[in-house]
C-alpha cells in the first residue's frame, strides 16, 4: 500500500534498531522503535550503544549499532504490524537512547502514527524541555517516565545529570487527568535507590499528582553488560545482585501506601 507525502515524511533520526513484537513496552504486542543518543549516563544502563547519536561499531568492527532512518522508513516497518494490533490491543512505542535527544523526529514518528490511528506508547525520562515534551504528549496514548532518584545529588552522582528539570516535566504532565495514561517507572537498584526513605519520598511525591496513573517497579538486571566489553567501556555497578520477588513485594508494599504500585 502507497502512502502519499507527509510532512517531514524524509525527515531523518538516528534508529538503534526496531524490535517486534514486544509485550513489554505498553499495551498489547508493540514495535518498539529504539532512537540513539542520551544524555544520561546512568550507572546501571543496559543499552550503552544507545549513548551516542552517531552510528557506532564493536571494537573487533564485527557489530554496528544504528541507522540512519527517515520518518517513512521508520512507518513503512511500523505499518508491517498492523494485524497484530488490532487483535491484541498494541501500537508503536518510541523509546531509547533517550527520546527527547531526538524530540522533532519523535514527534513527527507519533504524530503520524496518530494520524493513522496507530496505538502510540513513549519510554522517557523526561530530561528535555517542556515545549518540546508537550506536543509529543498530545499525540501519546501511554506515556512511562523513568523517576530514578528523587534525591538531587544522587541523582547526578548516579546518572550524571540532575533531576530537578525531570520533577518539574512530571509535575507539569501530571497535574490533572487526561487521556493520555502516565506510569511512572522506578528501576530499583540495591543500595541506590532502595530504601524505604527513597520508596517513601517517591510515593509521597507521586501521591499528590492526579494525572500519574500508577507507579512501577522495576528490578535491576544485568542485561546489556557484555555490550560494555565489546564497546571497551566499563561497567559501574559490577557487583549489585537482581532483587528477589519477596524483595520487590516489600518495596510496593511502601509506594503502595500512596500511589498504586505494580511490579
Not at 172 to 181: D, L, T
Not at 245 to 253: F, I, L, Q, V
Request: charged residues 20%.
Amino acid at each position: 500500500m502507497g502512502y502519499q507525502s507527509y510532512e517531514k515524511m524524509d525527515l531523518q533520526g538516528s534508529v538503534l534498531r526496531i524490535e517486534k513484537s514486544s509485550i513489554y513496552d505498553g499495551d498489547g504486542l508493540r514495535t518498539v522503535v529504539f532512537l540513539k543518543g542520551c544524555p544520561l549516563r546512568c550507572r546501571w544502563c543496559s543499552t550503552p550503544e544507545s549513548h551516542q547519536k552517531g552510528i557506532q561499531t564493536t571494537l573487533d568492527g564485527s557489530i554496528t549499532y544504528g541507522a540512519v532512518m527517515t520518518v517513512e522508513e521508520v512507518m513503512a516497518e511500523v505499518r508491517k504490524d498492523i494485524p497484530f494490533y488490532f487483535h491484541s490491543g498494541g501500537g508503536m512505542t518510541v523509546s531509547g537512547g533517550e527520546i527527547l535527544a531526538q524530540p522533532e523526529f519523535t514527534y513527527y514518528l507519533v504524530s503520524r502514527a496518530c494520524w493513522e490511528g496507530i496505538d502510540t506508547c513513549i519510554e522517557t525520562s523526561f530530561y528535555g524541555e517542556w515545549s518540546k515534551i508537550e506536543p509529543i504528549l498530545k499525540n501519546t496514548n501511554t506515556a512511562f517516565v523513568d523517576l530514578k532518584l528523587m534525591d538531587t545529588k544522587a541523582h547526578m552522582k548516579y546518572t550524571g545529570v540532575p533531576n530537578d528539570i525531570i520533577l518539574h516535566n512530571i509535575r507539569k504532565a501530571g497535574a490533572e487527568k487526561s487521556g493520555m495514561k502516565l506510569i511512572i517507572r522506578r528501576p530499583l537498584i540495591p543500595g541506590v535507590n532502595d530504601s524505604q526513605t527513597d520508596l517513601e519520598q517517591l510515593g509521597q511525591f507521586l501521591m499528590g499528582l492526579p494525572g500519574v496513573d500508577c507507579l512501577q517497579l522495576l528490578p535491576y538486571h544485568r542485561l546489556g553488560t557484555d555490550t560494555y566489553r565489546k564497546l571497551g567501556l566499563t561497567y559501574q555497578l559490577p557487583d549489585v545482585k537482581t532483587p528477589s520477588k519477596e524483595y520487590m513485594e516489600w518495596c510496593m508494599s511502601i509506594t503502595n501506601k500512596y500511589i498504586k504500585t505494580i511490579i
